[in-house]
């Protein structure tokens, strides 16, 4: 691993480094986005996100996902990625009680009601509840199916999910 920016303090650096470079400096208000993208700007192939990441990428959202308080996805995300929460190994384990974290994030999910059964891994396979942050415009029986298979369901705006809310 490099780090290449600012260009002045580029060289390479090692995991306990690149750890202390993404410990988050105020944990009250911090929020990290992390995916990968191809130069041409593909965030996927054959609909997943996984065929483009390198072992760099995977280990730099590994260390975001062991360092998370929460972990926010996409329903289509977490269904074609067969996304099932976090199941901590020793490392991450060890991480997480090391930066005073709960030994397992949970998940939130957003979702619109269309691609997210109450069935879904991420719900279903998670070992702590899973949030589904949706919206009114979502049908009460699928949103009582969410909650009758574990999950907390919070209503965050009428026809999309509204993020402020």
């Not at 002045?8 to 990290?32: C, F, G, Q, S």
């Not at 992390?34 to 996984?50: I, K, R, T, Y």
């Not at 009582?144 to 999910?161: M, Y």
Request: charged fraction near 25%; charge should be negative.
């Amino acid at each position: 691993m490099h780090l290449i920016w600012p260009a002045e303090h580029a060289r390479p650096i090692d995991d306990d480094e690149l750890e202390r470079l993404y410990t988050y400096p105020d944990r009250e208000r911090w929020l990290a986005v992390n995916f990968v993208a191809s130069a041409d700007g593909a965030v996927e192939v054959g609909g997943l996100a996984g065929p483009l990441s390198t072992p760099p990428d995977r280990k730099v959202l590994r260390l975001g996902s062991d360092l998370a308080d929460v972990l926010l996805i996409g329903a289509t995300t977490a269904m074609a990625e067969g996304f099932r929460g976090v199941h901590p190994d020793r490392q991450t384990l060890d991480r997480r009680r090391r930066h005073g974290l709960a030994d397992v994030p949970p998940t939130a999910v957003v979702s619109t009601g269309r691609t997210l059964p109450a069935d879904a891994p991420v719900i279903s396979r998670a070992r702590v509840p899973t949030t589904v942050l949706t919206c009114a415009s979502v049908p009460e029986p699928t949103r009582r199916a969410w909650q009758e298979a574990g999950a907390d369901v919070v209503v965050a705006g009428e026809d999309t999910v509204d993020p402020a809310a």
